[in-house]
T-cell receptor, first 112, second 114 residues
Framework: GESVGLHLPTLSVQEGDNSIINCAYS??????FIWYKQESGKGPQFIID?????DKRQGQRVTVLLNKTVKHLSLQIAATQPGDSAVYFCAENRNAGNMLTFGGGTRLMVKP | KAGVTQTPRYLIKTRGQQVTLSCSPI?????VSWYQQTPGQGLQFLFEYFSETQRNKGNFPGRFSGRQFSNSRSEMNVSTLELGDSALYLC?????????????FGAGTRLSVL
């Protein structure tokens, strides 16, 4: 069925390195994508979003890339820090309301 | 500005009981959505309310229901609890009713059904 999925369940990186978290989506009609970060005991925290009419969007230390040809979304975190350790979710919005479809999540572990 | 507030943070119930969870959105936000998070199914959309009306609904049985009050606060209710209802229930609010808007999540209510 249609879904938003993640390639890797766990990603381990060295502190200071860059991290790349990937996400595949199957619905070409999706027009809005979001990355959330969830730390233990907390709700998902908004990181960055991108609309389907864009290929790239940058925030503070984070960049989201959207490749509509292969239906792929990625989150790049520059100079990864221990505080970046969390589970990262991609989500898509397929309609005009606020219903989000989430991927399975990737756990990012930052080694000191 | 205060964030999304969910109460209670933890709940323990037994099978067959019913439960009500509460969500206070960010001030000025009129849309409230509910999600269920479990290790097996991940984050799944339950329903969205805007102006006291349910606008979107996910694929959950009728035992799951919700409502929204005139001050945008929302409650969700689960009747005849089952063991599989054990989950983290998350509420999210956003500022506008139409179009796509950033959803801000609360810390959730962890429900354990024994």
């Amino acid at each position: 069925g249609e879904s938003v999925g993640l390639h890797l369940p766990t990603l381990s990186v060295q502190e200071g390195d860059n991290s790349i978290i990937n996400c595949a989506y199957s619905n070409s009609a999706s027009d809005y994508f979001i990355w959330y970060k969830q730390e233990s005991g907390k709700g998902p925290q908004f990181i960055i979003d991108i609309r389907s009419n864009m290929d790239k969007r940058q925030g503070q230390r984070v960049t989201v890339l959207l490749n509509k040809t292969v239906k792929h979304l990625s989150l790049q975190i520059a100079a990864t820090q221990p505080g970046d350790s969390a589970v990262y979710f991609c989500a898509e919005n397929r309609n005009a309301g606020n219903m989000l479809t989430f991927g399975g999540g990737t756990r990012l572990m930052v080694k000191p | 500005k205060a964030g999304v507030t969910q109460t209670p943070r933890y709940l323990i119930k037994t099978r067959g009981q019913q439960v009500t969870l509460s969500c206070s959105p960010i001030s000025g936000h009129r849309s409230v959505s509910w999600y269920q998070q479990t290790p097996g199914q991940g984050l799944q959309f339950l329903f969205e309310y805007f102006s006291e009306t349910q606008r979107n609904k996910g694929n959950f049985p009728g035992r799951f229901s919700g409502r929204q009050f005139s001050n945008s606060r929302s409650e969700m209710n689960v009747s005849t609890l089952e063991l599989g209802d054990s989950a983290l229930y998350l509420c999210a609010s956003s500022s506008e009713g139409r179009g796509v808007n950033i959803q801000y999540f609360g810390a959730g209510t962890r429900l354990s059904v024994l």
